[in-house]
């Protein structure tokens, strides 16, 4: 089973509207990382949440940890073209330096 | 430019023909890592390493090697490719390990063909 499930799969938007990516893990996470990648292309550091209940913005995304530290959401406000790709998270396993991602998210946005 | 260079992009070979993937950073970074990535796997951590001459395997380790000999250049080698590690295979560098504020940087990428 995944360490790191992603939801949904896959999502096609309109342009302009709003929509939300989750990441939950059965485990404490010590650290969530987001990121972005286009198709075929290699990854995109977006934001990355330590404390229980932090959030982080850059332009239209949010990022969110819940208080437990078993879940986030990154949130996207008035999607754009420029927003597709596939969404991922990642983190640091507890014990040794292995960091491993979730199965990602596909996001179409449609003009 | 701060960056990760992977090269080949492209790599068409044959099973059995040992190859070689390089991967150089300029950022002085010392954690650097090799991912496969698969459809419906994801991403998967082949081998990662904390600083020069200090390397450990990852989820997917078997069938390939690596080596730090200078902080820059983490090459990932196949001595004996088979079918099952076609893939598109990533390099990634991040300034330390992973209980700090940095991300990794990713190199663009090669999509191996083993046949």
């Known amino acids: 089973s995944q360490e790191l499930e992603q939801s949904p799969q896959s999502l096609i938007v309109q342009e302009g509207k709003n929509l939300t990516i989750n990441c939950t893990s059965s485990?404490?996470?010590?650290?969530l990382y987001w990121y972005k990648q286009k198709y075929g292309e290699g990854l995109i550091f977006l934001m990355m949440?330590?404390?229980?209940?932090e959030e982080k913005s850059h332009e239209k995304i949010t990022a969110k940890l819940d208080e437990k530290k078993q879940q986030s959401s990154l949130h996207i406000t008035a999607s754009q073209p420029s927003h597709a790709g596939i969404y991922l998270c990642g983190a640091g396993r507890s014990t040794g330096n292995q960091f491993y991602f979730g199965t990602g998210t596909s996001l179409t946005v449609i003009p | 430019e701060a960056q990760v260079t992977q090269n080949p992009r492209y790599l068409i070979t044959v099973t059995g023909k040992k190859l070689t993937v390089t991967c150089s950073q300029n950022m002085n970074h010392e954690y650097m890592s090799w991912y496969r990535q698969d459809p419906g796997l994801g991403l998967r951590q082949i081998y990662y390493?904390?600083?020069?001459?200090?390397?450990d395997k990852g989820d997917v380790p078997e069938g390939y090697k690596v080596s730090r000999k200078e902080k820059r250049n983490f090459p990932l080698i196949l001595e004996s490719p088979s079918p099952n590690q076609t893939s598109l295979y990533f390099c990634a560098s991040s300034l330390k390990g992973f209980y700090g504020q940095y991300g990794y940087t990713f190199g663009s990428g090669t999509r191996l063909t083993v046949v």
């Open positions: 390493s904390m600083n020069v001459e200090v390397t």
């Open positions: 949440l330590q404390k229980g209940g």
């Open positions: 485990k404490t996470l010590y650290g």
